[in-house]
């Protein structure tokens, strides 16, 4: 069967296995590069983020709560973090394992949505006037912090502080209103994958921040990006087709794969 809405797509340590949500199935996938086997499994309504941890253990987000999901099941369950009129999206485990994580409305409207910085000891507010936050990425030399605004069609980047605090967010990149960025990922060069959902297509941004690129995908709802960190194949999410007036359009959602040859960057460890 196809996917609906496929995010957060990630590999796990030693590249061998490529897993992605489905958030509105509330399943997570797994797909082995070995056999080409894949496995789903129901974890949550609004499931939406899943970061590999050790063995086959997963950092999960969903609803307004984080838990752990194990082969036994969902542990550990955070309480509630946002408003109940909000639910969490994308999220990134960052160079000192911390998690950043983001929010979207419900509703679909309003900019007052947060992105937040969980450690062990707080909840921190980085942001909390976003229309959709979406994508987030850590930038592999500068150890900065990359995010989506997607409703404002704009990547912004913080800098890391040498105390660990992230600095004021700063533009980095904004598209053209008519364009959507989603998810994001980097390269071990520093470029930046982003997709684009509605132009069926990923755009590339060296660490200027000027677009040097753009991949054309078989489908215009593109969700999710990840370069495997051998390889340096591209694997796209895109959506399914039934949605924003694509009415004969009824593609279901796919993972797509582009042999480019640029490696990604490695999972830090959330601690």
């Known amino acids: 069967p196809g996917l609906f809405l496929p995010e957060s797509l990630r590999f796990n340590f030693d590249g061998s296995c490529l897993s ?3 958030i509105e199935t509330g399943t997570l996938s ?3 590069l070995h056999t080409g086997a894949v496995s789903a499994r129901f974890v949550a309504n609004d499931l939406s983020f899943a970061h590999p941890l050790t063995g086959d253990d ?3 987000a969903f609803g307004s709560v984080l838990a752990v999901l194990t082969s036994d099941g ?3 369950v955070s309480g509630p973090l946002i408003a109940d009129h909000r639910r969490f999206n994308d999220g990134s485990v ?6 950043v994580l983001g929010a979207k409305s419900r509703e679909g409207t309003g900019s007052d949505n947060p992105l937040i910085l969980c450690s062990e000891e707080k909840v921190e507010v980085l942001d909390n006037d976003l229309g959709l936050s979406n994508g987030i990425a850590i930038e592999p030399n500068t150890l900065a912090l990359y995010s989506v605004d997607s409703q404002a069609s704009t990547i912004y980047r913080r800098k890391l502080c040498a105390d660990g605090r992230y600095a004021q967010p700063e533009i980095f990149y904004i598209f053209s209103p008519r364009e959507t960025p989603d998810g994001i990922a980097f390269n071990n060069q520093g470029d930046l994958c982003v997709a684009l959902w509605g132009s069926a297509a990923v755009a590339l ?3 200027k921040g000027v677009e040097v690129e753009r991949w054309l995908v078989p489908s215009p709802f593109v969700t999710s990006v990840t370069l495997h960190p051998v390889s340096g194949d591209l694997y796209v999410g895109t959506a399914s ?3 924003e007036g694509l009415r004969n359009a009824r593609r279901p959602g796919r993972i797509w794969r582009a042999p ?3 490696s990604g960057t490695p999972n830090y460890d959330w601690v």
């Open 205 to 207: 941004l060296n660490p």
């Open 241 to 243: 087709e039934n949605r």
């Open 260 to 262: 480019l040859g640029m």
């Open 20 to 22: 992605w949500v489905d």
């Open 74 to 76: 969902i542990q550990d």
């Open 30 to 32: 797994k797909l082995s």
């Open 94 to 99: 960052d160079s000192r394992g911390r998690l």
């Open 58 to 60: 997963y950092l999960v």
